[in-house]
């Protein structure tokens, strides 16, 4: 079967004709930093924004283009809510989890606000949740398309997780299709998330739990593993996604980056790696177009753990990360002229 077949049998896209640019793409931006750990199941996450700051991140997006205006907005800092203190089945650190995304979507609403587009570095996967639900604050579920970028699909929920670990279930919690799965979360009461899986696409899966499968299966949920990218190449791959969830170009695109889609080898320092993934040059075309396609309005980094692995590996990783962040702004290997 050739790939094209398989793709047309997934949904319907029409792979000959460019992605639509737009000017949506941002040359203002704002770095959040997201100091968090506890959806997840290795400590260390939370060391993630500092480090990249320190390795340079800030100078490297000002050296992209002179036209570009970044600010760091510092990090996030969250107080446990006051709750009714009812526990809900298999779901690690709740009440932090809640209180840290409340107090994320709260500043990533100001930065939109403050016509900047909000890069936000965590920080685990959990915090998609509270940056996502920012950016919806701003526009409608309709008007708001996610790519995914992922060797995990984080669609669980707390019935399906194998660890109750909340990083691997952030976009479930996103999507008005999963809600009766889910019990009533007072503490997430503030999420009013309602994006409907259709406007999501996965890139870089290649650890799938037995229910998310199910799942997958269920809802035609829209994805290009790693299976994928061997056959049609990281180029038809990126632009079939971009034109899956925005076929006319004109929603905006929220990318939510797991470090972790990246192979080891160039990503070592994360908490759940997964072997055989994305090379960093697939990455940074991935990035590249997201770019050239003019309608990137928001983003995460995640998963960088600068406590696993040596130095080697934290440095490889802290690059890795740096590189992608600058590709989704403009960063080209092409060069830059302005
Ligand atoms: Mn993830």
């Not at 737009?22 to 750990?37: E, T, Y």
């Not at 701003?138 to 995914?148: A, G, K, M, S, V």
Request: proline share 4%; glycine share 8%; with cysteine.
């Amino acid at each position: 079967m050739s790939w094209s077949l398989k793709i047309f049998n997934k949904f319907p896209i029409n792979l000959s004709s460019s992605i639509h640019a737009r000017a949506f793409n941002s040359k203002a931006i704002g770095i959040l930093g997201v100091p968090f750990d506890k959806g997840a199941g290795t400590r260390g996450t939370d060391k993630g924004p500092n480090a990249l700051r320190e390795a340079g991140l800030i100078d490297e997006i000002k050296h992209i283009s002179s036209n570009i205006d970044v600010k760091d907005y510092g990090d996030v800092h969250y107080e446990l809510m006051n709750t009714n203190g009812r526990k809900i089945h298999n779901l690690n650190d709740l009440s932090d989890v809640a209180a840290c995304n409340k107090a994320l979507a709260d500043q990533v609403e100001k930065i939109i606000k403050d016509n900047r587009m909000p890069i936000t570095l965590g920080g685990c996967h959990s915090i998609a949740i509270g940056s996502i639900s920012g950016v919806l604050r701003t526009t409608t579920p309709d008007n708001l398309c996610i790519l995914w970028v992922d060797a995990h699909l984080d669609l669980n929920t707390n019935t399906t997780s194998p660890t109750g670990n909340m990083h691997g279930m952030p976009a479930s919690l996103l999507v008005k299709e999963l809600r009766s799965n889910w019990p009533t979360i007072p503490e997430l009461e503030w999420c009013k998330a309602d994006l409907s899986l259709r406007n999501f696409c996965w890139i870089g899966l290649r650890s799938i739990d037995y229910y998310e499968r199910i799942m997958m299966e269920q809802y035609g949920i829209k994805y290009f593993d790693m299976r994928d990218i061997d056959r049609m190449g990281i180029d038809k791959v990126t632009n079939a996604a971009l034109k899956a969830i925005n076929p006319n170009g004109d929603r905006q695109l929220h990318v939510s980056f797991d470090i972790d889609s990246l192979d080891p080898l160039f990503a070592n320092s994360t908490g759940t790696p997964a072997g055989a993934g994305l090379t960093l040059r697939e990455c940074l075309f991935l990035m590249e177009e997201v770019h050239r396609s003019g309608t990137l309005s928001s983003m995460d980094l995640v998963e960088v753990n600068p406590l696993v692995g040596d130095v080697r590996d934290v440095t490889n990783t802290l690059n890795s990360a740096k590189a992608i962040v600058c590709a989704a702004i403009g960063s080209n290997r092409s060069g830059n002229s302005s």
